[in-house]
């Protein structure tokens, strides 16, 4: 036996026994999309025992399973579920916890095909509205709150600026109105923040990101605290929406999970490494890190994760043509729209767009990078080399 809350034995042994499969020290992918039973009594008999659970692919997977076994260990909550990507996750996660009129808060800076979901889907065809708000000062989510909110949607720290949101503060907003907190926890992974345990009731993640970590699946999860929540979220939500993630990428999502920690750890300080580098360039005006000491928000970053990953952004002096012609010649940061891998990448997020520039809250131009596993010296001199050309 060991410590079900020891996070490295939970992400390499945690809900697994060799002996089940003949030895064999990873379990097998389970790839078939039936399981048959031996009467009627047994094909219904749902519950009774883990076997009893898997009767149809759509609904459960015992590869799939292994993984949300550990996720859920991982986040401290009492189940979690696996879906085909980050979005099924973040859409099933809103979806079950909304009707139509309710009212959402959503932090201005979440990941963009979320703001796209609320907007065009829970707004425009399901007649929800949507409060945006900067969410730094947990009184400007309080003031938004209406009678009809029904889901507080949180990301932090936040896309491309990197802002942290104070977790707990609003986790307490939330409850004492009866709002269901949903926080996409991509960005630190369960290692490096546990929204649960600081009163968030669903944890979500694009596990395409670093828990794969090889840029070869497509995948989503989500943990919460709630079992009657969560069993609803799986019962009526994923099995009824076909969102669960392949068997396939179960068993890929298992493999990074056994990684997750080296790899946060190397991209972790390949990132500050270059932060640092980029905080004392003459033509940065300014970097956005939560690894970093400057960080306006250490002390809540000191309270609330225990580490950072290695995405960060950076505000370039220069016009967005020259900028971008500068980058243009980068070689190891691959212009790419993804991150979490093993590759290192770059997005050009905001050029001479004022109405971006206030939405973002940025001055000049913001390039996003996700610093990879090369070697921090080849990726310092890749930067140094594109720089200079500005």
């Given at each position: ?104 808060v959503c932090v201005m800076n979440a990941y963009g095909p979320t703001r796209h979901f609320l907007d065009a889907i829970c707004r425009d065809r399901f007649g929800m509205t949507v409060t945006y708000v900067r969410g730094v000062d947990p009184a400007e989510i309080e003031d938004a709150i209406r009678p ?243």
């Open positions: 036996m060991f410590d079900d809350k020891d996070d490295d034995m939970i992400l390499t042994h945690y809900g697994e026994d060799p002996s089940r499969y003949f030895g064999a020290v990873i379990p097998p992918i389970f790839m078939n999309s039936l399981h048959v039973k031996q009467n009627f009594d047994d094909l219904y008999a749902l519950g009774c025992d883990e076997s009893a659970n898997y009767s149809y692919g759509r609904v459960a997977n015992p590869t799939v399973e292994h993984v949300e076994k550990k996720l859920a260990a991982l986040e401290r909550g009492c189940k979690a579920l696996c879906f085909g990507s980050g979005m099924a996750a973040i859409s099933t996660a809103v979806l079950n916890s909304t009707r139509t009129g309710s009212h959402i009809e909110t029904a889901v507080i949607m949180l990301e932090s720290p936040t896309t491309f600026v990197f802002e942290i949101i104070d977790l707990a503060q609003i986790a307490k907003i939330a409850r004492k109105r009866g709002i269901i907190t949903i926080i996409d926890n991509t960005y630190c992974t369960s290692l490096y923040q546990k929204p649960l345990e600081l009163g968030i009731d669903v944890s979500v993640h694009t596990a395409t990101k670093y828990f794969g970590g090889h840029s070869d699946i497509i995948a989503g999860a989500a943990a919460g605290a709630d079992p009657e929540q969560m069993d609803q979220m799986g019962n009526q939500g994923r099995a009824l929406y076909g969102g669960i993630l392949g068997p396939m990428e179960g068993w890929l999502m298992l493999r990074g999970m056994r990684t997750l920690r080296i790899r946060l750890e190397a991209h972790q300080a390949a990132a500050k490494k270059v932060a640092l580098y980029l905080e004392s360039h003459p033509k940065v005006s300014a970097v956005h890190y939560p690894g970093l000491a400057s960080h306006p928000q250490h002390e809540l970053i000191r309270r609330q994760q225990t580490g950072s990953s290695g995405l960060l952004s950076f505000e370039l002096l220069g016009s967005p043509e020259k900028v971008k012609a500068a980058l243009d010649t980068l070689r190891l940061f691959q212009a790419g729209p993804s991150w979490g891998g093993f590759e290192s990448l770059r997005v050009f997020c905001v050029g001479s767009d004022s109405k971006q520039k206030d939405w973002y809250g940025c001055k000049n131009n913001l390039i996003r990078l996700h610093v990879g596993l090369e070697g921090t010296a080849n990726l310092l001199a890749d930067l140094e080399n594109a720089l200079k050309l500005l």
